[in-house]
């Protein structure tokens, strides 16, 4: 038999296994992959999926009137993005993507600000299915068109007054997802025209702390990283990384120890790097 998931928000490949084909179960491919991993999401997507699965590109459902990367879209665009997927608010949403665990959490965490109310991801993501030799299609999946409601939930989302407010008067604890030797600035940016370093006063917990093959680490593992971090969990946190995706993970280990899931910085490092107007601290 096999292990239970680490965390409540994640389903098994083989649970998962019984519930395709439902008309109320709704699976979503939600790969995304840095500039630099050279991987095409979308074209992998097509080559091989989960059967039924549509795919969820970040980068297209978002706000493109900044020049920020995949920055969260208002509601209406969301609602009918989403529902152009055949997706409503009221479905039972199983997450994947093709790392096992590192988009995935940005689109669980999407679809639930935006009012989806059953909304999971799947454990050890497409690398565990297909390990265990379960069946995959090609193509693109066309699901019937629904209407899913949505209400953005902005108490959820940091804006970067709100990560200044936060390290100046130390209302929150800024907990930051990158790489240790990005947060310290020893490792360049993997885009373009950013400063390295990190925000004053941030405490640097790196996502892969957290993840262990693929997989969300048990809870104990978890609870050890914030402590190692010097994150209190029980205090409200944001948290943030390159560009708001791996951010997403260190908020599904908050909400799988029983915590507030605080808040995630939309904007991240792509914006704060960016910025001349703001201060960036090297180790």
């Given at each position: 038999?096999?292990?239970?998931?680490?965390?409540?928000?994640?389903?098994?490949?083989?649970?998962?296994?019984?519930e395709?084909?439902?008309?109320d179960?709704a699976?979503?491919?939600?790969?995304?992959y840095?500039?630099?991993?050279?991987?095409?999401?979308?074209?992998?997507?097509?080559?091989?999926?989960?059967?039924?699965?549509?795919?969820?590109?970040i980068n297209?459902?978002?706000?493109?009137?900044?020049?920020?990367p995949?920055?969260?879209?208002?509601?209406?665009?969301?609602?009918?993005?989403?529902?152009d997927?055949?997706?409503?608010?009221?479905?039972?949403?199983?997450?994947?993507?093709?790392t096992?665990?590192y988009?995935a959490?940005?689109?669980?965490?999407?679809?639930?600000?935006?009012?989806?109310?059953?909304?999971?991801?799947?454990?050890?993501?497409?690398?565990?299915?297909?390990?265990?030799?379960?069946?995959?299609?090609?193509?693109?999946?066309?699901?019937?068109?629904?209407t899913f409601?949505?209400?953005?939930?902005?108490?959820?989302?940091?804006?970067?007054?709100d990560?200044?407010?936060?390290?100046?008067?130390?209302s929150?604890?800024?907990?930051?997802?990158?790489?240790?030797?990005?947060?310290?600035?020893?490792?360049?940016?993997?885009?373009?025209?950013?400063r390295s370093?990190?925000?004053?006063?941030?405490?640097?917990?790196?996502?892969?702390?957290?993840?262990?093959n693929?997989?969300?680490a048990?809870?104990?593992?978890?609870?050890?990283?914030?402590?190692?971090?010097?994150?209190?969990?029980?205090?409200?946190?944001?948290?943030?990384?390159?560009?708001g995706?791996?951010?997403?993970?260190?908020?599904l280990?908050l909400?799988?120890?029983?915590?507030?899931?605080?808040?995630?910085?939309?904007?991240?490092?792509?914006?704060?790097g960016s910025?001349p107007d703001v201060?960036?601290a090297?180790?």
């Amino acid at each position: 038999m096999a292990a239970l998931p680490s965390s409540r928000w994640l389903k098994s490949t083989e649970w998962l296994a019984g519930e395709l084909g439902k008309p109320d179960v709704a699976v979503i491919d939600g790969s995304y992959y840095l500039p630099t991993q050279n991987r095409d999401a979308r074209a992998e997507y097509v080559a091989a999926h989960i059967p039924g699965a549509v795919f969820f590109d970040i980068n297209a459902v978002a706000d493109h009137s900044t020049d920020l990367p995949h920055m969260l879209p208002g509601p209406d665009q969301f609602g009918a993005a989403a529902g152009d997927l055949g997706i409503s608010e009221n479905d039972t949403i199983v997450v994947y993507d093709g790392t096992g665990l590192y988009s995935a959490p940005r689109v669980w965490w999407t679809f639930r600000i935006f009012g989806a109310r059953n909304v999971c991801i799947l454990d050890g993501g497409l690398p565990a299915w297909k390990a265990e030799g379960r069946a995959t299609e090609a193509g693109m999946v066309k699901r019937p068109k629904k209407t899913f409601n949505a209400e953005m939930d902005t108490g959820a989302v940091a804006m970067l007054t709100d990560v200044q407010m936060a390290l100046n008067d130390q209302s929150a604890q800024v907990v930051d997802a990158r790489s240790a030797g990005r947060f310290a600035g020893r490792e360049p940016e993997p885009r373009a025209g950013l400063r390295s370093g990190h925000m004053p006063g941030a405490f640097s917990l790196p996502f892969a702390e957290i993840v262990e093959n693929g997989r969300l680490a048990t809870p104990e593992r978890i609870v050890q990283a914030f402590k190692k971090a010097g994150v209190d969990p029980d205090k409200p946190v944001i948290t943030t990384c390159g560009s708001g995706v791996t951010a997403a993970i260190l908020t599904l280990g908050l909400e799988t120890l029983g915590k507030k899931p605080g808040r995630v910085y939309d904007g991240s490092w792509s914006e704060w790097g960016s910025r001349p107007d703001v201060p960036v601290a090297k180790d």
